[in-house]
């Protein structure tokens, strides 16, 4: 069994993957969404974690990919009582420490990284304490989870790390905080440019391409875990580039997966032409309700749909207006996967079977 299920976290990521045998089953937990969702998914994960027989490691890694608020506010919310954390074998998160050393800080960041400090043993366990990141050089990090489940890790570098100690610096800054104090993190929304025509993947998919310069997103955790047989993509909301010259690494392209998690809910400047062409899988998710940036947009859709060599299936936890094409259009060249109806109505949220 290896099984990815989208939370509804709105316009973030919170994903639910268990893998394992009938009776030895176990959990991963990447990202927790924003504040707007948290009365919804961190009940929904606390559920989750309850039922798990044990007292500690019930869940065998959190992955919180990167500092941005639809990331990691469930997160803090969830680990708000330090206590919880031990329920965690390991936390991957690279905190302001791992940025700059034995230097801490940094809005909500600070937020997740108060409960850690209590239990730093279970901080980057896996990487000894110190930062998740790729090497310059060498083989890429692979860690061995539980009963055979192996993540490669593609992202972040030193670099992207490094690149973000501004930003970070700058957002307490203008917060007017100190660093260790916290602060929420408030950020202007804006609307997209809408594409008229209807959706036409040719000619959406040779869009001109720029890619995302978020120092929060390039700094983002993404890894391939491989289980049984079957191989799953995570991407956070990382650029194309870093992340393809990682998968390059381990061998020539095209890189094939069962199912990948689109980078930065489908925007258009995290999935160019060439990394839907490289990476070719069955099932692409798309994590996200659209709402503040307008996601996913209809150029990152088309470019998986034009690149891949088999109609892929795009799979959605929400139904929205931003995908009424896609959905009407689906047939011959691509598949869509949408949450269970009740009463006329689409449910949220969406289990993927690996």
């Known amino acids: 069994m290896f099984t990815i299920e989208m939370l509804p976290a709105q316009r973030g990521d919170a994903l639910w993957i268990t893998y394992g045998r009938p009776g030895a089953l176990h959990h991963l937990l990447i990202d927790g969404g924003p504040q707007e969702s948290m009365a919804e998914v961190v009940p929904a994960l606390e559920a989750r974690i309850a039922a798990i027989p044990g007292k500690a490691d019930r869940v065998e890694l959190l992955v919180v990919t990167h500092v941005d608020a639809d990331h990691i506010q469930g997160i803090v919310s969830l680990l708000s009582d330090p206590a919880r954390v031990p329920l965690f074998r390991d936390v991957w998160f690279n905190g302001w420490k791992h940025l700059?050393?034995?230097?801490?800080?940094?809005?909500?960041?600070?937020?997740?990284?108060?409960?850690?400090?209590?239990?730093?043993?279970?901080?980057?366990a896996a990487f000894q304490g110190h930062a998740v990141v790729v090497p310059d050089d060498g083989p890429l990090p692979v860690i061995e989870l539980a009963d055979g489940m192996r993540l490669t890790l593609l992202s972040p570098t030193h670099a992207a790390l490094t690149a973000l100690v501004p930003e970070w610096e700058a957002a307490c800054k203008a917060a007017g905080v100190l660093p260790g104090e916290g602060a929420?993190?408030?950020?202007?929304?804006?609307?997209?440019?809408?594409?008229?025509?209807?959706?036409?993947?040719?000619?959406?998919?040779?869009?001109?391409?720029?890619?995302?310069?978020?120092?929060?997103?390039?700094?983002?955790?993404?890894?391939?875990?491989?289980?049984?047989?079957?191989?799953?993509?995570?991407?956070?909301?990382c650029p194309p580039g870093p992340v393809l010259r990682a998968l390059d690494r381990l061998g020539p392209r095209p890189h094939r997966f069962d199912v990948v998690k689109v980078?930065?809910?489908?925007?258009?400047?995290?999935?160019?032409?060439?990394?839907?062409?490289?990476?070719?899988?069955?099932?692409?998710?798309?994590?996200?309700?659209?709402?503040?940036?307008g996601h996913p947009d209809p150029e990152s859709l088309a470019r998986i749909i034009v690149g891949q060599a088999k109609p892929p299936v795009?799979?959605?936890?929400?139904?929205?207006?931003?995908?009424?094409e896609v959905i009407a259009d689906a047939g011959e060249r691509y598949r869509v996967l949408l949450p269970k109806k009740a009463e006329g109505a689409y449910l949220t949220g969406l289990v993927v079977k690996v």
């Open 100 to 124: 700059q050393p034995e230097v801490l800080g940094g809005l909500d960041a600070e937020r997740m990284t108060a409960p850690l400090l209590q239990h730093e043993d279970r901080w980057n």
């Open 184 to 237: 929420p993190i408030v950020r202007k929304g804006w609307i997209r440019d809408e594409v008229l025509g209807g959706f036409d993947p040719d000619l959406l998919a040779q869009s001109r391409f720029s890619a995302d310069p978020s120092k929060p997103n390039g700094s983002g955790i993404a890894f391939v875990a491989e289980y049984d047989g079957k191989r799953a993509l995570f991407l956070a909301d």
């Open 263 to 293: 980078g930065h809910h489908g925007s258009r400047r995290n999935t160019d032409s060439a990394f839907a062409q490289a990476v070719q899988a069955r099932t692409w998710l798309i994590s996200t309700d659209g709402a503040v940036f």
């Open 314 to 324: 795009l799979a959605f936890n929400y139904v929205t207006d931003h995908i009424g």
